[in-house]
């Protein structure tokens, strides 16, 4: 008699968030470093991409308060 597969009770898992273009301009001494800085990640060994960094970056400046007042502090000096 085989015993039936045991379940797991994990958490449930959200969707996969919807993914949209984002259309900017950049300096492209801005557009080289993250490109420099994917291939040195890739480098290393991890399957990364750009997109995948912009996202890091992205949700990092959504949860950081500090990486936002810093952000704000340096938009404002260049403003000057």
């Known amino acids: 008699m085989t015993e039936a597969p045991r379940r797991l009770n994990l958490p449930p898992v959200a969707p996969p968030e919807e993914r949209k273009p984002l259309s900017t301009r950049v300096k492209p001494s801005l557009k080289k470093a993250l490109e420099d800085y994917t ?4 480098d290393a060994g ?3 991409t750009q997109e995948m960094v912009l996202d890091v970056l992205l949700r ?3 949860d950081s308060e500090g990486l936002r007042e810093k952000v704000a ?3 404002v000096a260049e403003q000057k």
């Open 60 to 62: 990092e400046l959504r």
């Open 39 to 42: 291939k040195e990640i890739r």
């Open 73 to 75: 502090a340096v938009l």
């Open 46 to 48: 991890f399957n990364v």
